[in-house]
């Protein structure tokens, strides 16, 4: 029993996750199931040959796969009758144009058969992958992983499972906290006020690239000017603040994270007159009849963000010889690829800057600023590099995401935004871009698609099967209005980063050096332990 | 002899009431090994950190090779060739002992974000041969095979070797030991002590070394300062420290004199 234990823990998150969407998300979750399965075991599998481990893999990967196909069969036979659909409403199979009606049976009984099969496939596969030479495995590896990508929007448009738009959301975020990683992770510096430079960057684009005043920038060219407006920002704002230490300095990034929302909800009415020189030539009351020079805005007072109304529309990518309107609102698939290759650009250069001079001093002024300082780093320099680095990749993501939205609110990027970035570093592992993206994953995710989905089941489930037996009428106020899981959605975060600090404070999946640094003391006693039990 | 390599005039520091260096002036040969002792609490170690510019004198000057090295920031003095070691070890804790001795390399390597993000091929040869520069260091401290170890799981020992090692990949002309052989058994101090002759016959660098441990003070250096209260009491080779009535009262009080010519060592045990 022992030996199944992670994947029955793997299956059982999975069914958690079917048990929300049921049918053809079963296929999806199968093969993550499969994939961390196989994963798990072919690496820690006592058997050296690719086909032992494959082999070894299949069990464990079935009994995954069938909790995790629980969860669906929940969702079919007992989530659908309580939450009022029938049982026959269709789930419509897009193939090009024409669509393959089926019923919820039909693709629940599809669903159920080709997520296992294909859960334990993919385990088996991936197993079988960590038992290949190093140079074959990362190969093949990536090469699946790729495959995975690519595949999933089409999954996502043929089955109607419409989960592309908060994945799009999630890579946007996922390019955030990469950003941020540099910042908090490598330098080890505390940073609250990260969404600043997200707003920056989206701001920088709503500005050149929409009609408020009237500019119409490409977007490939506006997307390297916020980000080198977000990357100034982070000069301007670290080149005094850098020196702070620890508390200091993110108690500085909270209130600057705290200002520019504010400042670009104020920028409404901008008309700049130089404050020095007051003309007044022969025969004017110097009292009334100053002139002042202009520098900008000298027609009068210019909008320049629409405060609280935001700037809507704003520009969308073109790509020459293409459709004009391929990047459009309702098509997401180019979006989609084209974050998803900002993301593959982003690790490519930030483990290269990880693995330089650079990142060395970076870590190096984490480590232990003093003994850096005397190494030869200087650690203003490397700081701010480290600050304006973290904010250039925010500038990316802000201008990609004022495109993608194409409107953007003063609101969109308040502290709880930060705050959440950080927690996605923090969730994954700190300074480990692989857990970032994992911490990514699982909170947008849950943000994004779990807890709407759980918060339209829930109400379906009040209204049809609660509210109708409830006589008493605060009672029902209270079932109908205020259990609503988007509400408490803060909460469950602080929830589970409190959770988090306590029994895994290095992350999922920790950077060797933290994992280290924060279970040193652990170790040490379960070593004593096996010693004195042997 | 040979030329100064460095000198500190009259250098004081003083924190608040307390003057931790008090109006020193020592010279330090190209070439020698020149130890520093003196009680706990004489104001070596801030001797140390002035030169370094973690501290700045409130008076006086240190010359390095003609260079005043007051008010220079800890980063411009290593690129002058000044690299040390701690007292109470001060390691990169959680990065691999390799990754130590190439951070050690900092000042040498010019790669900037940009080359580091596109790696262009000059970059890539530079690391090519900071890698190998490193592996060298980290065999010639004998820590060879240990590259991959994450600093804090080294033992004590190794860690002090480590700590070398990332202080010589600065390549410096002068490299400062603050108590090098502190917690090392008899048996591992005296391979340091051969370990320090080495460095300085072997690649010429120029040697001050803080420690308590007399065999090893009297067994390597050439000239030895001696440090009480901020202020220098003597300075001389070994023979003439160990016969300084004045030491020896520093380090055992009055009425100790009646010791003298004997090694402060055995007289302390004595005592």
Same mark, same amino acid.
């Given at each position: 029993?022992?030996?199944y234990?992670?994947?029955?823990t793997?299956g059982?998150v999975?069914?958690?996750?079917?048990?929300?969407?049921?049918?053809?998300?079963?296929?999806?979750?199968?093969?993550v199931?499969g994939?961390?399965?196989g994963?798990?075991?072919?690496q820690?599998?006592?058997?050296?040959?690719?086909?032992?481990k494959?082999?070894?893999?299949l069990?464990?990967a079935?009994?995954g796969?069938?909790i995790m196909g629980?969860g669906?069969?929940l969702y079919?036979f007992?989530?659908?009758?309580l939450?009022?659909?029938s049982?026959?409403?269709?789930?419509?199979?897009?193939?090009?144009?024409?669509?393959?009606?089926?019923d919820?049976?039909?693709v629940f009984?599809?669903?159920l058969a080709?997520?296992?099969?294909?859960?334990?496939?993919v385990?088996a596969?991936?197993?079988y992958? @960590?038992?290949?030479?190093?140079?074959?495995?990362r190969?093949?590896f990536? $090469?699946?992983?790729?495959?995975?990508?690519?595949?999933l929007?089409f999954?996502? @448009?043929?089955?109607?499972l419409?989960?592309i738009?908060?994945?799009i959301?999630?890579?946007?975020?996922?390019?955030?906290?990469?950003?941020?990683?540099? #910042?908090v992770?490598?330098?080890?510096?505390l940073?609250?006020?990260?969404?600043?430079?997200?707003?920056i960057?989206?701001?920088?684009?709503?500005l050149?690239s929409?009609?408020?005043?009237?500019?119409?920038?490409?977007?490939?060219?506006?997307i390297w000017?916020?980000?080198?407006?977000?990357?100034f920002a982070g000069l301007v704002?670290g080149?005094p603040?850098?020196?702070l230490?620890?508390?200091?300095?993110?108690i500085?990034t909270?209130g600057?994270?705290e200002?520019?929302p504010?400042?670009?909800?104020?920028?409404?009415s901008v008309?700049l007159?130089?404050p020095f020189?007051?003309?007044?030539?022969v025969?004017?009351?110097p009292?009334?009849?100053?002139v002042?020079?202009?520098?900008?805005?000298?027609?009068?007072?210019l909008?320049?963000?629409?405060?609280?109304k935001g700037?809507n529309p704003?520009g969308?990518?073109?790509?020459?010889?293409?459709?004009?309107?391929l990047f459009?609102?309702?098509?997401?698939?180019?979006?989609?690829?084209?974050?998803f290759g900002?993301i593959?650009?982003?690790i490519?250069?930030i483990?290269?800057?990880?693995?330089s001079?650079i990142?060395?001093?970076w870590?190096?002024?984490?480590?232990?600023?003093l $003994?850096?300082s005397?190494?030869?780093i200087d650690? #203003?320099?490397?700081?701010?590099?480290?600050?304006?680095m973290?904010?250039?990749?925010s500038?990316?993501?802000g201008?990609?995401?004022?495109?993608?939205?194409? $409107?953007?609110?003063?609101s969109?990027?308040?502290?709880?935004v930060?705050?959440?970035?950080?927690?996605m570093?923090?969730l994954?592992g700190?300074?480990?871009?692989?857990?970032?993206?994992i911490g990514?994953?699982?909170?947008?995710?849950t943000?994004r698609?779990?807890l709407? @989905?759980?918060?339209?089941?829930?109400?379906?489930?009040m209204?049809?099967?609660?509210?109708?037996n409830v006589?008493?009428?605060?009672l029902k106020?209270?079932?109908?209005?205020? #259990?609503?899981p988007?509400?408490?959605r803060? $909460?469950?975060?602080g929830?589970?980063?409190v959770i988090?600090?306590?029994v895994?404070?290095?992350?999922?999946?920790p950077s060797e050096?933290r994992?280290a640094?924060?279970?040193e003391g652990?170790e040490?006693?379960?070593d004593?332990a096996?010693?004195a039990a042997? | 002899m040979?030329?100064t390599?460095?000198?500190?005039?009259k250098?004081?520091?003083?924190? &608040?009431?307390?003057?931790a260096v008090?109006?020193?002036n020592?010279e330090?040969k190209?070439?020698?090994?020149?130890?520093?002792?003196?009680p706990?609490?004489?104001?070596k170690?801030t001797?140390?950190?002035c030169?370094?510019?973690f +501290?700045?004198?409130e008076?006086?000057?240190?010359?390095f090779?003609g260079h005043?090295?007051?008010?220079l920031r800890?980063?411009?003095?290593i690129?002058?060739g000044?690299?040390?070691? +701690?007292?109470?070890?001060?390691?990169?804790?959680?990065?691999t002992?390799?990754?130590n001795?190439l951070?050690?390399q900092h000042? =040498?390597?010019?790669a900037g974000?940009l080359?580091?993000?596109?790696r262009?091929?000059?970059?890539?040869?530079?690391?090519?041969? !900071?890698l190998?520069?490193?592996?060298?260091?980290?065999?010639?401290?004998?820590l &060879?095979?240990?590259g991959? =170890?994450i600093?804090k799981n080294?033992s004590?020992?190794?860690?002090?070797?480590?700590?070398i090692?990332?202080?010589l990949?600065?390549?410096?002309?002068?490299?400062l030991?603050?108590?090098?052989?502190?917690g090392?058994?008899p =048996?591992?101090?005296?391979e340091?002590?051969?370990?320090?002759r080495?460095?300085?016959?072997?690649?010429?660098?120029?040697?001050v070394?803080?420690?308590?441990d007399?065999?090893?003070v009297?067994g390597?250096?050439?000239?030895?300062?001696v440090l009480?209260?901020?202020?220098?009491?003597a300075e001389?080779?070994?023979?003439e420290?160990?016969?300084?009535?004045?030491?020896i009262e520093a +380090?055992l009080?009055r009425?100790?004199a009646?010791?003298i010519g004997?090694?402060? !060592?055995?007289?302390?045990?004595e005592?």
């Open positions: 029993m022992e030996k234990r992670t994947a029955i793997i059982l999975g069914a958690a996750i079917t048990l929300l969407f049921g049918g053809w998300s079963m296929i999806l979750v199968g093969t199931v994939a961390i399965t994963l798990n075991y072919g820690h599998s006592a058997k050296r040959g690719a086909l032992d494959a082999r070894e893999v069990l464990p079935l009994i796969n069938i629980l669906g069969t079919t007992v989530v659908v009758p939450t009022g659909k049982l026959n409403y269709d789930q419509p199979l897009k193939l090009g144009t024409g669509r393959v009606p089926l919820s049976i039909a009984i599809i669903g080709a997520g296992i099969a294909i859960g334990v496939a385990a596969l991936i197993a992958l @960590q038992g290949l030479p190093e140079n074959v495995r190969v093949a990536i $090469a699946s992983l790729i495959v995975f990508l690519f595949g929007p999954f996502d @448009q043929v089955t109607g419409d989960w738009a908060a994945i959301t999630i890579q946007i975020f996922i390019l955030l906290a990469l950003g941020l990683n540099i #910042v992770g490598y330098a080890g510096l940073d609250l006020g990260y969404a600043a430079f997200f707003a960057g989206a701001y920088t684009t709503g050149l929409s009609p408020q005043i009237d500019i119409y920038w490409n977007f490939w060219l506006v000017v916020a980000a080198a407006m977000a990357a704002l080149a603040t850098l020196p230490r620890g508390d200091y300095l993110a500085v909270l600057f994270g200002i520019i504010v400042v670009f909800r104020n920028l409404i008309k007159v130089e020189t007051r003309i007044c030539f025969g004017c009351d009292k009334v009849d100053v002042r020079w202009c520098i900008y805005a000298c027609q009068g007072a909008d320049l963000t629409a405060g609280e700037i704003i969308r990518p073109m790509i020459p010889f293409t459709d004009e309107l459009s609102s309702r098509s997401y698939l180019p979006w989609y690829f084209l974050v900002l593959v650009l982003s490519f250069f483990r290269r800057l990880r693995n001079r990142g060395r001093a870590m190096a002024i984490r480590e232990d600023e $003994a850096a005397q190494m030869g650690p #203003v320099k490397t700081k701010l590099l480290a600050f304006s973290g904010a250039t990749f500038g990316f993501a201008a990609f995401y004022g495109s993608y939205i194409s $409107a953007i609110f003063p969109v990027f308040d502290f709880s930060s705050v959440i970035i950080l927690c570093v923090i994954g700190l300074g480990n871009m692989v857990g970032v993206i990514g994953i699982l909170i947008m995710g943000d698609l779990f709407p @989905q759980i918060a339209t089941l829930l109400k379906d489930f209204r049809h099967s609660v509210l109708g006589s008493n009428p605060v106020d209270f079932l109908e209005i205020s #259990v609503d988007n509400q408490m803060l $909460a469950i975060f929830l589970v980063l988090m600090m306590v895994r404070p290095e992350g999922l999946v050096e994992r640094e924060l279970h652990e040490e006693h379960g004593a096996t010693e042997a | 040979t030329n390599i460095l000198s500190a005039n250098v004081t520091k003083r924190f &608040g009431g307390l003057t008090n109006s020193v020592i330090v190209e070439n020698s090994i020149h130890s520093v002792i003196g706990n609490g004489a104001g170690t001797f140390f950190n030169l370094t510019g +501290y700045k004198p008076e006086g000057e240190l010359l090779n005043s090295l007051v008010g800890s980063d411009q003095i690129v002058l000044i690299a040390r070691t +701690y007292q109470n070890i001060r390691l990169f804790a959680n990065l002992a390799l990754d001795v951070i050690g000042i =040498h390597l010019k974000w080359g580091s993000a596109l262009f091929p000059g970059i890539v040869r530079e690391e090519k041969t !900071a190998l520069e490193a592996n060298r260091l980290l065999k010639f401290v004998g &060879g095979n240990k991959n =170890h600093a080294l004590y020992g190794d860690q002090r070797r480590l700590e090692a990332r202080a990949a600065s390549k410096p002309k002068l490299l030991l603050d108590e090098p052989t502190a090392m058994n =048996h591992e101090t005296e340091a002590t051969i370990f320090f080495n460095l300085r016959d072997e690649l010429n660098i120029t040697i070394l803080i420690e308590h007399m065999r090893v009297m390597i250096s050439e000239i030895i300062s009480d209260y901020g202020q220098k009491i001389g080779t070994p023979k420290i160990q016969n300084n009535a004045q030491v +380090y009080g009425g100790s009646g010791n004997k090694d402060p !060592a055995v007289v302390a045990k005592a």
